[in-house]
């Protein structure tokens, strides 16, 4: 794996081989304050990015809030890009992003946005994919497709 873009911390995590940190460096920013500490791996052609819930992602029925499973989908869109083609993540945007919740995420459980890329051009990555819980993916929180802008090149100073 190439060297991780220079805002995020993407290290061997001890004890848990194969699997990534994926946070932020600057831990005032929305991934650490809101998801908490996330975890990345790569599957042959996927990514899973991985979040382990707490009840501050909970709504009143005690599960994972929608907003919860959106933003985890929306940062695995990047975790997948660096993962799976070295591509830097932290100057790309969102450009479209479709879900469909079909499931409720319980909380007692790692949450886990599996993503693959489906295509990609000079300026865009398409890529798709589930949220899942259980031993197996057995449990299906929701499928999305996005499309992400890759960051521009340094423009050069003369």
């Known amino acids: 794996m190439k060297n991780p873009p220079s805002f995020f911390d993407c290290e061997p995590v001890d004890g848990e081989p194969g699997w990534y940190s994926w946070d932020l460096k600057d831990d005032t920013r929305f991934n650490a304050v809101v998801m908490g500490p996330l975890r990345v791996r790569q599957e042959g052609e996927r990514a899973r990015l991985r979040m382990m819930p707490q009840q501050r992602h909970t709504n009143l029925q005690d ?11 929306d940062i695995a869109l990047f975790a997948g890009m660096h993962m799976l083609r070295e591509s830097d993540a932290g100057m790309a945007v969102t450009l479209e992003l479709s879900t469909q919740f079909t499931g409720a995420g319980k909380v007692d459980r790692p949450l886990d946005a599996v993503v693959e890329v489906m295509r990609e051009t000079g300026r865009l990555m398409f890529l ?3 949220v899942v819980q259980g ?13 992400v802008r890759k960051a521009s090149a340094p423009k050069e100073r003369s």
């Open 128 to 130: 798709r994919g589930e």
């Open 135 to 147: 031993p197996d993916d057995s449990h299906l929180v929701a499928a999305f497709s996005g499309i």
């Open 63 to 73: 599960m994972i809030h929608g907003a919860i499973t959106l933003s985890l989908i």
